[in-house]
Every structure is written in structure tokens, then in C-alpha cells.
């Protein structure tokens, strides 16, 4: 997918192809983890669908739980979700970050091997 040290540097229109795709790749991802944090908490719960997408959606974006919860199932979901969401956020971090520090990498890498011919 990416380029190996020795070839040259992607043209700008590859760069942004390839951070447009990474960048989908994480709506998916935040997609499928809505999902499964909205069924959670409607299933479990017992909220509403709009209240558990609210719920799902605050935890996900690291804002912390609004709805106080009653059962014990639905406490233990949340704070598995919890802990989900905070590896979820890593995850989106590194998927977005991996093309931009892919290319810095890569032209200094290429930089310094044109000065030491010099």
C-alpha cells in the first residue's frame, strides 16, 4: 500500500487518495462501535433507541455516561464499552495519523539520503 524506502516519494494526489481511505476506514469503525454501543445500551439498558444512541455517543466521544443505569448487566456493558471506546480512540488516532507520518518519514528518509551523497 505504501511506498518502500527506496522508491520515490507519492504524489500528492496518492497522499490524499490514500488519507481519504483512512479516514473512511475510521467513520467505519466509529460506525460499527455506535452500533454495537446503541444496541448495548437498548438491549440491556432498557433505554430508548434515541437515549441509547445519546449514551453510546457521549461515552464513545469521551464525555462520560448521562442516563444512571439499573441493572447490573447494564453497568457491567458500560464499563466494557467504556474501556472499548478509549482503545477505539487510539485505534482511529493511529489509522488517520499512519499516511501523514508515513510521507514525513519517508521524505526525510529520502532528504537524508541525498545529503550524504553530497
Do not use: C
Amino acid at each position: 500500500m505504501y511506498e518502500r524506502k527506496h522508491q520515490r516519494l507519492a504524489s500528492r494526489r496518492v497522499f490524499v487518495r490514500r488519507l481519504l481511505i483512512h479516514i473512511l476506514l475510521a467513520i467505519s469503525l466509529v460506525a460499527v462501535a455506535l452500533g454495537l454501543g446503541v444496541s448495548g445500551y437498548h438491549w440491556l439498558a432498557g433505554l430508548s433507541w434515541v437515549d441509547s444512541l445519546y449514551e453510546a455517543s457521549m461515552i464513545l466521544g469521551g464525555m462520560g455516561p448521562f442516563n444512571p443505569l439499573k441493572s447490573s448487566g447494564a453497568k457491567i456493558f458500560a464499563s466494557g464499552y467504556a474501556l472499548f471506546s478509549g482503545l477505539v480512540f487510539i485505534a482511529l488516532t493511529g489509522i488517520i495519523l499512519a499516511p501523514v507520518v508515513h510521507r514525513m518519514l519517508h521524505k526525510f528518509h529520502l532528504e537524508g539520503e541525498n545529503d550524504s551523497k553530497f
